[in-house]
């Protein structure tokens, strides 16, 4: 079946580490995102890409990196210039051709002990 | 910032309809309104859409006004997996970064026997 996989499902992280969590989807979608979640809160864009080679900069971005070096996967490493990365990590993918909704991955819950 | 306005939560009786009302008074002519629902530690599911007319499918019916500045989501019979944080969105339905969701906190829906 077509879908979005997220991995691990749960990480633990020590400070000053950097982290890399997975996204591949075999939906052939052409763009890709990277959400965080804090607790009792929405979801807040990191980075997005539309297009192999190419992504941008979304609202906190900041401490985040990215590569999209084939369509099916969208990796997000969390390096240690993020101050507070303990959150729940959504991706999701979507055709950028028409009015289709977005398809979301199951999550990856990152602690730092 | 979210351009959607939803109530914090809201309950229903099992076996029941569930009204969720979003407003969005600044929604433009090309712009879709978007449900999607995320139960707790899950990635948000794809619920349905609209631009103008009402629309129907498995899942509910999305009721939107003349007017388009409100709608109301229709789960028809409420059941307790019902239970669920739902997010109302309005973006634009193709490309580019305008077709990113900007999720808001959403309207809590707690099913009870």
């Known amino acids: 079946d077509g879908g979005i996989t997220q991995s691990p499902k749960y990480l633990f992280r020590k400070e000053g580490q950097n982290v890399t969590l997975s996204c591949e989807q075999n939906?052939?979608?052409?763009?890709m995102y990277w959400y965080r979640q804090d607790p009792g809160q929405g979801l807040r864009l990191i980075y997005y890409?539309?297009?192999?080679?190419?992504?941008q900069k979304g609202d906190i971005a900041e401490g985040y990196s990215v590569s999209r070096e084939k369509k099916e996967s969208f990796p997000l490493t969390v390096t240690s210039a993020q101050k507070n990365p303990t959150a729940f990590y959504l991706c999701?993918?979507?055709?950028?051709?028409?009015?289709?909704?977005?398809?979301f991955g199951s999550g990856t819950r990152l602690t730092v002990v | 910032d979210a351009k959607t306005t939803q109530p914090p939560s809201m309950d229903c009786a099992e076996g029941r309809a569930a009204n969720l009302p979003c407003n969005h008074s600044?929604?433009?002519?090309?712009?879709?309104v978007y449900w999607y629902r995320q139960i707790h530690s899950q990635g948000p599911q794809y619920i349905i859409h609209?631009?103008?007319n009402n629309e129907t499918n498995e899942m509910a019916s999305l009721i939107i006004t003349e007017d388009r500045k409100s709608s109301t989501l229709i789960l028809p019979h409420a059941t307790l997996r019902d239970t669920a944080v739902y997010y109302c969105?309005?973006?634009?339905?193709?490309?580019?970064?305008?077709?990113?969701?900007?999720f808001g906190k959403g309207t809590k829906l707690s099913v009870k026997p």
């Open positions: 890409s539309q297009i192999v080679n190419d992504f």
């Open positions: 999701a993918s979507r055709m950028t051709r028409g009015s289709y909704g977005y398809t």
């Open positions: 609209g631009l103008k």
């Open positions: 939906l052939n979608h052409d763009a």
């Open positions: 600044t929604i433009s002519g090309n712009e879709y």
């Open positions: 969105i309005v973006r634009e339905g193709y490309g580019g970064s305008q077709g990113n969701l900007i």
